[in-house]
């Protein structure tokens, strides 16, 4: 069929793709712009219905298949978007609008095509952000902290945005949350200092991490880990406030608890040490010092009769309450076996050995690192003599007059080997000598003094000093030290 002139003219130079249909559906003209997007010609076009020659997708075609008989009798559907396909495989999105032409006495639908690819790239770039914005508000919301934002332009900083959990931990309800400083949530018992430095952070534009003390809606409290942190525009300028909660009240009862288990241990281990022993042959004292971590540290002496004394020292390796039951344990044995009149250091140390030996590394391989480092001394007054082992232990020292002498380990820690055979060392003394012996949470004082086992250094007096600075520190590790006297 050739093309009527009349659309030519009408058409040619449209600034829009137009296709011509008669009423049976036949393409009988498409104009030179929608051959030069489509890449397809007139030929392509002409005389087909546009259900055998289409380059509608096929749910555009669908789409064109229902609406044509509306389009026959003259109705109008506004806002559809038909998706085309060029001959390079290129989509294309368009509107259409259409009306009908009479030419000949002949009835015809024309087809306006507008090119929408940027309005429906818009359309599926907001669907995707809604999307994503419904993602990020659900996750939002279902995390398991809470979560405010906050408006520091609006007067006294409130709350534009609470999630689920928030709400959850607090018990308030959203509507009465938004418009509220979150100081609404600080009680009586809230820290003054934490808040100072809350107010302090937010004014300066800061971010903090902090725990305080904050109270429920049913005036019950809670522990607040608490987070803001400011939103800053790309030009730096301060828009929100983000405060991200999480309850931590469990945690804090846990700590609470072992805290107070922790207090209870150093107490029970130290009412274990040894009081002040002094006589006319012997005088005895020991300094203990806890650290911020309970340790293994212990020292004990006794009087076996009226010549002879047994002193030790020993550090349970590790901190905690396991090393601290376990100096319990060993105290316990110890006073076993002095009841049962067993003084001899080498059988002593067996003893312990095996005791420690059997107790934790043939039952359980991962206990087994429970050992300890022990001095222990036999001091016979009469025949002025010391029998020692140095299990792994600092070295001590004997200060006779100007001169200091020191004695290093003889033997590895109690409870490494089994059947281990620990080697004795005997010392005799002179009238008026002197002994120290410290645990390894000394050493770092001793290293500031640089030589300190100087005759002048072990003097009961210099021990005053250093009991004193202990006192007014805090360090790492428990510190035990002995002074013993020997007329």
């Not at 340790?295 to 009769?305: A, L, P, R, S, V």
């Not at 001095?375 to 016979?380: E, G, K, P, R, V």
């Amino acid at each position: 069929m050739k093309e009527p002139t009349i659309f030519e003219q009408l058409f040619k130079n449209y600034p829009e793709i137009v296709f011509v249909m008669d009423k049976k559906g036949r393409y009988v003209y498409v104009n030179e712009k929608a051959q030069k997007i489509l890449g397809y010609h007139q030929d392509d076009f002409t005389g087909k219905h546009y259900s055998e020659f289409h380059f509608l997708t096929e749910n555009s075609l669908h789409l064109l298949k229902e609406q044509y008989p509306m389009m026959q009798a003259g109705d109008i559907q506004k806002d559809m978007i038909i998706t085309a396909i060029s001959s390079k495989s290129k989509k294309h999105y368009y509107s259409f609008w259409f009306d009908t032409i009479i030419h000949d006495s002949q009835e015809y639908i024309w087809f306006v095509l507008k090119d929408v690819g940027n309005l429906v790239a818009l359309r599926n770039e907001k669907k995707q952000l809604r999307k994503q914005n419904f993602l990020l508000a659900e996750a939002v919301h279902q995390t398991g902290v809470g979560i405010v934002i906050t408006d520091p332009n609006q007067h006294d900083n409130p709350i534009i945005f609470a999630n689920k959990s928030f709400q959850e931990i607090t018990g308030y309800r959203s509507e009465e949350i938004i418009g509220q400083n979150c100081r609404f949530l600080q009680g009586p018992e809230s820290s003054k200092n934490t808040i100072s430095s809350l107010r302090e952070a937010v004014e300066n534009r800061k971010e903090i991490h902090c725990e305080i003390l904050n109270y429920r809606k049913d005036g019950s409290t809670f522990w607040n880990e608490l987070t803001i942190s400011p939103v800053l525009s790309p030009n730096g300028e301060l828009t929100h406030f983000i405060g991200i909660q999480v309850d931590i009240t469990k945690r804090k009862m846990m700590e609470l608890d072992i805290s107070i288990d922790l207090s209870l241990a150093r107490n029970l281990q130290q009412m274990l040490l040894s009081h002040p022993l002094k006589n006319n042959l012997i005088e005895i004292e020991g300094f203990y010092h806890p650290s911020n971590k309970l340790g293994g540290d212990y020292y004990k002496w006794h009087q076996i009769n009226e010549d002879q004394y047994v002193v030790t020292i020993m550090d349970v390796m590790g901190h905690g309450i396991a090393p601290s039951l376990i100096t319990m344990l060993i105290n316990a044995e110890i006073n076993f076996l002095l009841e049962q009149q067993i003084i001899d250091p080498k059988e002593v140390l067996v003893k312990l050995n095996d005791h420690q030996i059997s107790l934790f590394l043939e039952k359980n391989e991962e206990i087994g690192k429970f050992y300890f480092t022990c001095i222990y001394l036999l001091i016979d007054t009469k025949k002025r003599r010391i029998d020692y082992i140095n299990a792994g232990h600092p070295d001590f020292y004997l200060k006779n007059g100007y001169t200091v002498k020191m004695f290093d380990s003889t033997s590895i820690p109690v409870g490494i080997l089994k059947n281990y055979d620990f080697r004795m060392g005997t010392i005799y003394y002179q009238p008026n000598s002197e002994l120290f012996l410290h645990t390894d949470g000394m050493n770092e004082i001793l290293t500031e003094n640089g030589n300190v086992f100087s005759a002048e250094f072990i003097e009961r007096k210099n021990l005053d000093k250093i009991n004193k600075r202990l006192m007014l520190t805090e360090h790492e590790d428990d510190v035990c030290f002995i002074y013993v006297k020997l007329s």
